[in-house]
T-cell receptor, first 115, second 111 residues
Framework: DTAVSQTPKYLVTQMGNDKSIKCEQN?????MYWYKQDSKKFLKIMFS???????INETVPNRFSPKSPDKAHLNLHINSLELGDSAVYFC??????????????FGPGTRLTVL | KNEVEQSPQNLTAQEGEFITINCSYS?????LHWLQQHPGGGIVSLFM???GKKKHGRLIATINIQEKHSSLHITASHPRDSAVYIC?????????????FGQGTRLTINP
């Protein structure tokens, strides 16, 4: 049973297209995250939702829009894709972002390549 | 300068050697996390600590809050320990903890 799953695993698309990445967790956690890992393997948080409410919104272009239909799902929609969006996107979940000591569980990642 | 700095960036060692990876941070933290990223890309949380020391199998993590420094040690290293090890600090924003990551240490253990 996969704890945090993402689809698709690989995504290759043309500049200017709109695409979505889906994330689901079956751990019963309240908080979910999206991270971007660049070509140098550096991870950075993009968004965090707690119980469907946006908690963290880093300086991410408006072309990126997270959607949380329920607390088990956090999808990432990207409009007008650019070359610089090419990266690995990781979804993660944790029990509750407000806890000082809160372990995060990561999905397998989605490798996005924009041509 | 990154808020979380790891050293070394790359480390190659022989099987059986004792490994140490260091992490220094400059922000106030609620907890420090050590993560392992496998060659296949998956990320696993190894430790979360806010004081002292934790041990799990051959892995030991320590933290010195006053010096803002943590170390990850691997005893009797094995080729399967080859991975990228990432230090991350939990930093509070209005009650919400977000992780700030180091740049990672790529560890290669040769047989």
């Amino acid at each position: 049973d996969t704890a945090v799953s993402q689809t698709p695993k690989y995504l290759v698309t043309q500049m200017g297209n709109d695409k979505s990445i889906k994330c689901e967790q079956n751990l019963g956690h309240d908080t979910m995250y999206w991270y971007k890992q660049d070509s140098k393997k550096f991870l950075k948080i993009m968004f965090s939702y707690n119980n469907k409410e946006l908690i963290i919104n880093e300086t991410v272009p408006n072309r990126f829009s997270p959607k949380s239909p329920d607390k088990a799902h956090l999808n990432l929609h990207i409009n007008s894709l650019e070359l610089g969006d090419s990266a690995v996107y990781f979804c993660a979940s944790s029990q509750d972002i407000r806890l000082r000591t809160d372990t995060q569980y990561f999905g397998p990642g989605t490798r996005l390549t924009v041509l | 300068k990154n808020e979380v700095e790891q050293s070394p960036q790359n480390l190659t060692a022989q099987e059986g050697e004792f490994i140490t990876i260091n992490c220094s941070y400059s922000v106030g933290i609620s907890a420090l996390h050590w993560l392992q990223q496998h060659p296949g890309g998956g990320i696993v949380s190894l430790f979360m600590l806010s004081s002292g020391k934790k041990k799990h199998g051959r892995l030991i993590a320590t933290i010195n809050i006053q010096e803002k420094h943590s170390s990850l040690h691997i005893t009797a290293s094995h080729p399967r320990d080859s991975a990228v090890y990432i230090c991350a600090v939990g930093s509070g924003i209005q009650g919400a903890q977000k992780l700030v990551f180091g740049q990672g240490t790529r560890l290669t253990i040769n047989p």
